[in-house]
């Protein structure tokens, strides 16, 4: 666990002086507040918190972690920490939680920024955390199945595109589509969110499929890492 | 200190390494030598644990690479092709990370820059160091821990000459230290300064091993080379030392003013290579 968090900490370091990092942490934030403000003074109710809460979350998780996993093992810095005292899984994890740690933050800015500092706030971010984790995953896995620098960049940024897409598009959709609908890890995080938001509570068919897409994702990573 | 046994390592159906068995003894200099795609960086990815062998097994230390992986990770010390360094931290930032990883002090860290000259450039960003300083730090990298056995993948590759020879030197040092090394390189000169025994690969397989005087008594040809005048052009001509002929044309271009110059030429590791590979190496 010691040596999880010192790589952590370096993780933390490195990535911070990456300008490119900083850009993917600063822009939900700076865009969520410029298009909820002029959202809110049209009066028009589309793109809210919970949709850019969730933008932070697949741009931080997706974009920070497929591309850098790959730039690593391009780089060949995974094998020097491979046959460092670390396992696979502890690298894995101090990687996960290095962006997991950043997603929260952007999120939280996000979250405060818009919308001030309430009781919301508490149950919001366990969705903020379990949202962070599927994204950060699905990062991982695509920084071991992508082979070259380019490719992931392009291939995580269509998974960002299809996960958020779906969230601002799936409510103009009949209600039929709904069971479709909520088998997507970031339908499940935004409805959530709302509900909070309105005061309506947790939802609980959408609170537990969370838990099953982190179980099977980690499964996979844990495959692919053996393979 | 390490034993290979019948390893091999398939790559969906191509068969990278076949059935390769050796072993290296303890303080020893073993060069791996061969040209591209012989099977040298799998071999040596296998004796570190990032690949695993399709069949076989290798011994480090007693130990199974592949039932030990974390226990023997803490002995050995890989120094890669590729300098795998954080570009954007330091180089202590790099050496610190893994003195940490490794449960080193710092005295320890500043005690392996001081012995490669890197203390003046410890700020330094990593991406602004010249292929050479990197190979430094990826040095310094692979001993904090002390390791008692070293790895280095093509350790001068692209370096200018004195860097390389810096580095050859500093590798004799770490010998004398007692540290086992197995090191891959395509320089010939550089197996022979620096190898105990050498290893020649090709398509997978261990075609030679030996001292690199035995392998060139066994495989090379000594020469005499000669430039001599005829017909107002100048002709260069390479003789074999022990053929009976030879003495008849030195006699014969000597006797006739015709020689220009003579010289004596041992045989090399790379004539050994040509001869064993059927292709010469720089």
Redesign the interface.
């Known amino acids: 666990m010691n ?1 999880v968090l ?2 952590t900490q ?1 993780e933390f ?2 990535l911070l ?2 300008p490119s990092i900083i850009i993917l942490v600063v822009l939900p934030i700076f865009m969520s507040k410029v298009i909820i403000t002029v959202m809110d003074q049209s009066g028009l109710n589309f793109m809210l918190l919970s949709t850019w809460i969730l933008f932070a979350q697949v741009m931080v998780g997706i974009m920070i972690t497929g591309p850098g996993l790959i730039e690593e093992r391009e ?3 995974f ?2 920490l ?6 696979k899984g502890q690298i894995i994890v101090a990687k996960g939680l290095t962006v997991l740690i950043l997603s929260l933050l952007s999120q939280t800015i996000v979250f405060l920024l818009n919308y001030g500092l309430s009781w919301a706030f508490w149950p919001s971010l366990l969705y903020m955390i379990l949202g962070g984790i599927v994204f950060v995953e699905m990062g991982i896995i695509i920084g071991f199945l992508v082979n070259s620098s380019q490719n992931g960049s392009a291939v995580s940024s269509a998974v960002m595109i299809i996960f958020f897409l779906v969230v601002t598009v799936y409510e103009a959709l009949p209600n039929w589509t709904y069971p479709f609908f909520v088998a997507w890890p970031s339908i499940e995080i935004s409805q959530n969110l709302n509900s909070i938001l309105k005061g309506d509570g947790l939802l609980l068919m959408e609170s537990l499929l969370l838990p099953l897409w982190i179980v099977g994702l980690s499964l996979w990573i844990s495959r692919i890492g053996e393979e | 200190m390490i034993q290979l046994t019948e390893v091999s390592k398939s790559f969906q159906k191509k068969l990278a390494v076949d059935r390769l068995s050796f072993s290296v003894g303890k303080g020893e200099v073993f060069g791996f030598l061969g040209p591209n795609g012989a099977g040298k960086t799998t071999t040596l990815r296998m004796m570190t644990g990032l690949l695993q062998p399709t069949n076989g097994e290798i011994l480090i230390n007693g130990m199974n690479i592949s039932l030990h992986k974390k226990n023997l990770h803490a002995q050995i010390g890989v120094v890669f092709e590729l300098p795998n360094l954080y570009a954007r931290s330091s180089v202590r930032d790099n050496l610190i990370l893994f003195a940490d990883l490794y449960g080193v002090t710092s005295n320890r860290v500043i005690e392996v820059m001081d012995s490669l000259q890197l203390l003046e450039r410890q700020r330094v960003r990593v991406d602004s160091l010249s292929k050479g300083w990197k190979q430094r730090v990826l040095i310094a990298r692979a001993l904090l821990h002390k390791p008692k056995v070293l790895f280095l993948d093509e350790p001068t590759s692209g370096l200018d000459p004195n860097s390389a020879a810096l580095i050859r030197e500093y590798i004799k040092i770490i010998k004398t230290e007692g540290t086992t090394i197995v090191l891959t390189t395509h320089d010939m000169h550089e197996a022979e300064e620096l190898s105990d025994r050498v290893g020649i690969m090709h398509a997978g397989r261990m075609v030679a091993l030996d001292n690199p005087q035995s392998l060139k008594n066994d495989y090379g040809k000594a020469e005499i080379e000669t430039e001599y005048w005829q017909d107002g052009e100048i002709i260069k001509t390479s003789w074999p030392l022990a053929d009976e002929a030879t003495k008849d044309h030195i006699y014969q271009l000597m006797t006739s003013g015709q020689m220009i110059s003579l010289h004596s030429k041992e045989a090399s590791l790379a004539d050994v290579f040509a001869v064993l590979t059927g292709s010469e190496l720089s």
């Open positions: 040596n010192k790589l370096h370091r490195d002086r990456n780089s060949k810095t094998d020097a491979l046959i460092s005292p670390l396992s």
